[in-house]
C-alpha cells in the first residue's frame, strides 16, 4: 500500500492510520468495537484476514479485556496495538493505568468522543482528560497526515529502551477518523529506517523467569511512583529526538508546541486536536482586519511540555485556552486550568480566558473563534474573573 | 496393612516453582493447591495471575514466590491476560522472532475472580479457544479481603458480607456451578479437583495442559481462616467436601463426562458441616434441605457420568 513515488492519495484518516499500523508489523491487535474507532479496527481485521498483515487479532468482548490482552502480550515482548474512544476508554480506565505503571509499550489510538449521559457519539476530549493521569504518553493529532505520521512516531517512543511507556494518539473522532484527505504514505524502507524492530529488554519467557505487575507494600510504593514520574519526564528528550528523525525521513516537522503567527500576536489562541485546523483559518481572516492574534497548539499532552509551551506564550498579553472537556464544579476546562498552574510561578504572565466549546461535535467555525476573541477582550476590559464559559450554548 | 497411597506424593517431581516463604495463612489448602499445579505445569510455563490471596501472599516487592514468569495486572482480567501473552508469543514464533517451544500459558484466580468479577473476561478468553489452562482456587468466599461472600460460596455459609443473624441463615443463594458454564462453552477440557487429592490435582492439570485449546480446573481450596477451622484439617474437610457429595470430583473431556471417585452412598453432610465455624448456626431444617440438594445435584450428575454404573 505504501507509494514509494510519495504521491498523496485521498483516503479516510482511520483507513490510513491502519495502514501505517501496518507497515509497523504489529504482532498483536486487540480491540473492541466502538464507533467511531471501528473503522480502524474493522480494516486491521481486514488486513489480517487477507494475509497483508502478519498478525494476531484478538476481537475481545470488551474494552477492559482488550487492554489486558495488550497487557499480555506487550509483556510477552510482541508490538501491540488497540483502539477505542469513549465508554470503552472509561471501560479500560484501570487497567490504562496498570499497563503504564507496568511500563509496557503498548500504542492506543483514541477516536475521541463524549462521554455518557446523555448518550453521544461525536467528538470531544472528555474520554481522554479522564485518563489524563495514567502514565501514558499522550499526543493530540491535527489531520490525517498528523496522524498517519504519528503511528510510526507512538511504536517508536513507546518502545525505545530509555522510554518504556505506553503511548495513546488522540484523534478527533469522526473530525478526522471518517474524513478523507490527502494523505502521503510512507514507503515500507522509510518505516524500516525509522522504526527499528521491537527487542523488548524484559519479557515473560520461560529462559528468564520474572515477577511482573507484584505487590507493592507502603515501604515501596512511593519508590516506584517516584521512579515512574521520573522516568515519565525524562523520555522528553526521546520524544524530541523521534520528531527529528521523523523530519528527516518523511520532510514534516512536528513539536511538542507548535505555534502559528503568534511571535507578535497579542492575543493567543490554544487548542488542542483538529480545531487547531480551524483556528489556523480564523488567525488569517482576523490578521486581515488587523488583529494581533496567533495560535497555539499543544500536540503533547503527557509529558506535559512545560518549557516549551512557557516559551511560546510568554509574549502574549492575553491566551485564550479553548477547552473540550467540562470539569464539573472546577477550576476551568483541564487544558485551562493545567496551563493557568504552568505559567503561575512566573512573573510576566498572560490573562488566561477560558471557553469549553466543541462538546459532542457542536461545530465551531472560523467565526466562533473570532467571537471568543471578541469575549475575551470585553471581559479583559470589564474585568470579569470568570473561571471558564462555556461557549455557544442554546438560550 | 499400609496404605500406600499416603507415599504418593513423593513422586511428584521435587522442584518448588511455587517456593516456600510466601505469607500465605498456617495450614492454607490454596497455597498447596498452587504449588501442586506447579509441579504440574512445569517449568515451561508462564502464569497470570489475578489480584487476591494467592498474588498478595506471592509477590510483595522485593520478593517474589514465582520461579516461573508471573504477571498479574488486576483483579478481573487474569483470563484476558493470560490469553495476550498466548497470542503474544503465537505471534512472536511464527514470526520467527522466538524459537518454536511449547510453553503452557496459565491464568490463574480465586472464585471471586473467576466466577463473580472474572467470569466475562474468562469466558470471552474461552471462546476464543486460546491455547490456556484457567485454574479457579475457589475457597468459596472473597477471603483475602476478609471472608466477604462470593456466589461460589455455599449455602448456608456465614461471610462477613452474608453474616448468620437473627433472621438471616447466612449465604442465601446456592454455589453457582462453575464448572457446568465451563463445560457448556464446549472447550475440551473441564475438570473439578481439590488439593486435598494432591495426585488427582496432578494429573488433571497435566491432562489440562496436554489438550491443545482452553481446559478449566477447578480446584477446591479450603480455607481454614474463612472457613472457621483448624489449620490443620484443611486436608481432612477438603477429602469430606467430596465424599459427601458437596464438591464432586469429575472431568468433562470433549463433552464426555466422568466421576473421578464415585461415591454410591455419599456421607452425610453434617460430617462435613461438624466442626466448621461458618455452618455452626445452621438449623436441622436448613441442613436437611442442604443434604437434600447435595444429594439431587449427585444424581444428576451421576447420570451424566459414563464411567459409573447407573
Keep these: ?395 | 496393612m499400609i496404605d500406600l497411597d499416603v507415599y504418593a506424593p513423593l513422586l511428584l517431581p521435587k522442584e518448588e516453582l511455587f517456593t516456600s516463604g510466601h505469607r500465605a495463612c498456617q495450614g492454607c489448602a490454596e497455597a498447596l493447591a498452587v504449588r501442586i499445579v506447579c509441579k504440574a505445569l512445569g517449568r515451561n510455563s508462564i502464569v497470570a495471575m489475578a489480584t487476591g490471596c494467592m498474588e498478595i501472599v506471592s509477590s510483595p516487592l522485593p520478593t517474589t514466590a514465582w520461579q516461573i514468569p508471573w504477571i498479574h495486572v488486576a483483579f478481573e482480567n487474569a483470563a484476558a491476560v493470560a490469553s495476550g501473552v498466548e497470542v503474544g508469543l503465537k505471534a512472536l514464533m511464527r514470526k520467527g522472532r522466538l524459537p518454536h517451544k511449547k510453553i503452557n500459558i496459565a491464568g490463574m484466580a480465586g472464585d471471586g475472580g473467576t466466577a463473580d468479577i472474572g467470569l466475562q473476561a474468562l469466558s470471552g478468553a474461552m471462546e476464543r479457544g486460546h491455547n490456556m489452562i484457567f485454574v479457579c482456587y475457589d475457597n468459596e468466599a472473597y477471603m483475602n479481603t476478609g471472608i466477604q461472600r462470593s456466589s461460589a460460596t455455599p449455602f448456608g455459609a456465614s461471610t462477613t458480607t452474608s453474616p448468620a443473624g437473627r433472621v438471616k441463615a447466612g449465604q442465601e443463594t446456592w454455589k453457582k456451578n462453575m464448572p457446568e458454564i465451563m463445560a457448556a462453552h464446549g472447550i475440551p477440557y473441564v475438570a473439578t479437583a481439590c488439593s486435598a487429592y494432591p495426585i488427582d490435582l496432578y494429573e488433571k492439570v497435566k491432562r489440562a495442559a496436554a489438550v491443545k485449546g482452553p481446559a478449566y480446573v477447578h480446584c477446591l481450596s479450603v480455607c481454614p481462616t474463612g472457613w472457621r477451622i483448624p489449620s490443620g484439617d484443611a486436608i481432612r474437610y477438603g477429602r469430606l467436601a467430596v465424599e459427601t457429595g458437596a464438591f464432586p470430583l469429575y472431568e468433562v473431556i470433549d463433552g464426555k463426562y466422568q466421576l473421578t471417585f464415585d461415591f454410591p452412598k455419599l456421607k452425610p453432610i453434617t460430617d462435613y458441616f461438624k466442626g466448621q465455624g461458618r455452618f455452626r448456626h445452621l438449623t436441622p431444617e436448613a441442613v436437611g434441605r442442604i443434604q437434600e440438594r447435595i444429594k439431587g445435584d449427585y444424581d444428576k450428575l451421576r447420570a451424566k457420568c459414563e464411567n459409573v454404573k447407573k
Design chain 1, 1 to 395: 500500500m505504501a507509494d514509494p513515488a510519495r504521491k498523496k492519495i485521498g483516503v479516510e484518516v482511520s483507513i490510513a492510520v491502519s495502514e501505517a499500523v501496518k507497515q509497523c508489523d504489529v504482532d498483536v491487535v486487540s480491540a473492541y468495537p466502538i464507533t467511531p474507532q471501528t473503522h480502524i479496527v474493522e480494516h486491521l481485521a481486514e488486513l489480517v484476514a487477507q494475509g497483508e498483515l502478519d498478525a494476531e487479532f484478538v476481537p475481545v468482548e470488551s474494552e477492559h479485556s482488550a487492554m489486558s490482552v495488550c497487557a499480555g502480550s506487550s509483556a510477552a515482548g510482541a508490538r501491540t496495538f488497540t483502539s477505542t474512544a469513549s465508554q470503552g476508554l472509561a471501560l479500560m480506565a484501570e487497567i490504562v493505568y496498570c499497563v503504564a505503571s507496568m511500563r509496557l509499550p503498548i500504542v492506543m489510538v483514541v477516536a475521541n468522543r463524549s462521554l455518557n449521559s446523555p448518550l453521544s457519539i461525536w467528538n470531544d476530549h472528555s474520554d481522554a482528560m479522564m485518563v489524563r493521569d495514567s502514565g501514558w504518553v499522550q499526543i493530540f493529532v491535527e489531520n490525517g497526515q498528523e496522524s498517519y505520521d504519528h503511528i510510526f512516531w507512538c511504536f517508536r517512543v513507546a518502545e525505545d529502551e530509555k522510554a518504556l511507556h505506553p503511548v495513546m494518539l488522540n484523534m478527533d473522532g469522526f473530525m478526522l477518523t471518517h474524513t478523507i484527505e490527502p494523505i502521503e504514505y510512507w514507503a515500507d524502507e522509510m518505516v524500516k529506517k525509522y522504526l527499528p524492530p521491537f527487542q523488548p529488554k524484559f519479557r515473560l519467557h520461560p529462559e528468564h523467569p520474572l515477577t511482573m505487575g507484584a505487590f507493592g507494600p507502603p515501604e515501596i510504593f512511593t519508590e516506584c511512583k517516584k521512579a515512574q514520574d521520573e522516568a515519565l519526564i525524562a523520555t522528553m528528550p526521546v520524544i524530541e529526538r523521534a520528531w527529528e528523525e521523523l523530519e528527516k525521513i518523511c520532510g514534516r516537522k512536528y513539536s511538542a508546541v507548535e505555534t502559528y503567527r503568534a511571535e507578535d500576536a497579542k492575543t493567543l489562541l490554544l487548542t488542542m486536536g483538529s480545531f487547531s485546523e480551524t483556528a489556523r483559518v480564523a488567525i488569517d481572516e482576523m490578521r486581515e482586519t488587523g488583529e494581533e492574534v496567533g495560535l497555539v497548539s499543544l500536540r503533547l499532552w503527557r509529558p506535559f511540555p512545560f518549557a516549551k509551551f512557557r516559551d511560546a506564550v510568554k509574549n502574549a498579553e492575553s491566551l485564550i485556552v479553548i477547552d473540550r472537556a467540562v470539569v464539573f464544579g472546577g477550576p476551568g476546562g483541564p487544558v485551562a486550568s493545567e496551563v493557568r498552574s504552568a505559567l503561575y510561578s512566573g512573573k510576566k504572565r498572560p490573562r488566561i480566558v477560558n471557553f469549553i466549546a466543541g462538546l459532542a461535535s457542536r461545530d465551531v467555525q472560523p467565526d466562533d473563534f473570532y467571537q471568543m476573541v471578541e469575549r475575551a477582550k470585553k471581559k479583559i476590559k470589564d474585568g470579569t474573573e470568570d473561571e471558564y464559559e462555556i461557549y455557544g450554548v442554546r438560550e
